[in-house]
Structures are given as structure tokens and as C-alpha cells.
């Protein structure tokens, strides 16, 4: 079974409801008037969106994007390509861009400039995790669900090989599933 391959819960479906509820109202009261655009990082921000988004309550709207810095290892290639670009332009909007782990800081150095380049009016950082121990590139989030220690995690959109995103909480994968290949 899928749960078998789960060393320990690392956070739990109560922890993770009530932190993303707090995240919410904290974007909604920093963006009282304004109607952001949260972006969406594809795939592995996908569950933490739907849950994010349905805790703020002011306008705004939601826009994807899908990038790729892994194939099916468990440390950031460093190198990464968009995969889907978003739908609309965001020259003058408040964008959130919505993750679910910082960690080398790689993809998302990488997609800020990109989208810095595209002129919005501000730009923050929403990330589910921050794994701050394996920094190399210098970005930091204005909005940190929970700081994790340096395991490789699964669950609640977050993957290895593609599987595990629908652990409806947040496990260390235990290390036998990756080391035998
Ligand atoms: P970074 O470019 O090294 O910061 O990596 C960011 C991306 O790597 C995330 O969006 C995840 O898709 C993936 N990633 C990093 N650490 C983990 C982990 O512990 N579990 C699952 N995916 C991870
Ligand atoms: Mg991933």
C-alpha cells in the first residue's frame, strides 16, 4: 500500500487545514483592495492552490504554470524549463506565486526573473514548505506555511516519480523507495 511507503507523518490533514486557513486570512488582510493573481506552480502546488485560494476572501483570480527541475530524482538538476506558460499577462497585476517546497531556491530564482521581466506591480512568495537547509540561490517567501527539516517529503501535491501527490498529509518517504532503483 501506498501508506506503507511512509517512514512517519511529518504534518499532519489537521496541522496542514489549519495553517492554510491562517495563511489565508493573512492574504486577505494584506490585500484588502487590491484583486491579486495567484500563480500556480505546477504540479506539486496543486493541492495546496485549491486550499489556499478557498481561504482568501477578497477578489483575485488563479493562472498556471507548470515548470520542471527534477525528472524523477530527489535533488534539483538545477536546471529548469517552463512546460506550460501562464494563460494571461501580468503587467501591472499583484501576483502571489503559489509553491509547494522551496528548496535549493533553483526554480524559483529562475521563474522570478522571468516573470520580473514581464513587469507586475509586486510579486511575493507563497510556499507550502520551506526546507531552508539546502539553499543555494537567494530567495526567500513572504508567506511559509511550515519550515521542514532536510527529508525528502511527499504528499499533499508534493511527488516523487509522479506518485504520492494524493497523501492527503505530509509523510518522509522512507529512504529504501529511492535508493533501489
Ligand atoms: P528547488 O528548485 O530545489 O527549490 O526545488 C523546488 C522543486 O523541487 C519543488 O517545487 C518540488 O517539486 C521539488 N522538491 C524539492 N524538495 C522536495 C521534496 O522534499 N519532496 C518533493 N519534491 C521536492
Ligand atoms: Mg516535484
Given at each position: 500500500m501506498m501508506h506503507d511507503d511512509i517512514e512517519r507523518v511529518l504534518i499532519s490533514e489537521e496541522e496542514l487545514r489549519a495553517r492554510v486557513q491562517a495563511l489565508g486570512k493573512e492574504i486577505s488582510a494584506d490585500y484588502v483592495g487590491k484583486e491579486p493573481i495567484l500563480i500556480s506552480v505546477l504540479r506539486g502546488s496543486y493541492i495546496f492552490m485549491a486550499d489556499l485560494t478557498r481561504a482568501i476572501d477578497c477578489y483575485c483570480t488563479v493562472d498556471f504554470m507548470a515548470v520542471s527541475?527534477?525528472?524523477?530524482?530527489?535533488?534539483?538538476?538545477?536546471q529548469v524549463n517552463i512546460i506550460k506558460d501562464l494563460s494571461d499577462s501580468i503587467e501591472g497585476k499583484d501576483v502571489i506565486v503559489v509553491e509547494d517546497i522551496l528548496d535549493s531556491g533553483n526554480t524559483l530564482h529562475y521563474l522570478f526573473q522571468l516573470l520580473d521581466a514581464r513587469h507586475p506591480a509586486s510579486i511575493r512568495l507563497a510556499t507550502?514548505?520551506?526546507?531552508?537547509?539546502?539553499?543555494?540561490?537567494p530567495v526567500q517567501a513572504n508567506y511559509v506555511g511550515f519550515t521542514v527539516p532536510d527529508a525528502f517529503v511527499v504528499g499533499y501535491g508534493l511527488d516523487y516519480d509522479e506518485r504520492?501527490?494524493?497523501?492527503p498529509y505530509i509523510g518522509v518517504l522512507k529512504p529504501c523507495v529511492y535508493e533501489h532503483p
Open positions: 527541475s527534477y525528472g524523477s530524482g530527489t535533488v534539483s538538476s538545477g507550502l514548505l520551506d526546507k531552508p537547509s539546502r539553499r543555494t540561490k504520492y501527490r494524493n497523501l
